[in-house]
Nanobody, 123 residues
Framework: VQLQASGGGLVQAGGSLRLSCAAS????????AGWFRQAPGKEREFVATMRRYDDSTSYADSVKGRFTISRDNAKNTVYLQMNSLKPEDTAVYYCAADSSYGLRTHQREYDYWGQGTLVTVSS
């Protein structure tokens, strides 16, 4: 499975961005998906996840109510809609996937990773 993340960029605080993660080699409907981020000088942290069989979701407290993870099976793509962005959301964002059935919030639980896409939020 190969994952390709895109959609990062520079946005002002309060603005929105939508990140995309396209999969090849396997349909995303058969995978659980997650988004993680890594800010400069910090460890990679969990952002959001969507379970494979019922699309249940889970979010980090820091993004709950502002970010939404979704999938489009026809496009074999998972999205992260980010609204009300804050400067502290600045990070490289990574998408990930695995074959498990659970809501996975730890990066070690994911088998497949995309390259990062940089999100910069200016104040």
């Amino acid at each position: 499975v190969q994952l390709q993340a895109s959609g990062g960029g520079l946005v002002q605080a309060g603005g929105s961005l939508r990140l995309s993660c396209a999969a090849s080699g396997r349909t995303f409907s058969s995978l659980s998906a997650g988004w993680f981020r890594q800010a400069p000088g910090k460890e990679r942290e969990f952002v959001a996840t969507m379970r494979r069989y019922d699309d249940s979701t889970s979010y980090a407290d820091s993004v709950k109510g502002r970010f939404t993870i979704s999938r489009d099976n026809a496009k074999n793509t998972v999205y992260l809609q980010m609204n009300s962005l804050k400067p502290e959301d600045t990070a490289v964002y990574y998408c990930a996937a695995d074959s498990s059935y659970g809501l996975r919030t730890h990066q070690r639980e994911y088998d497949y990773w995309g390259q990062g896409t940089l999100v910069t939020v200016s104040s």
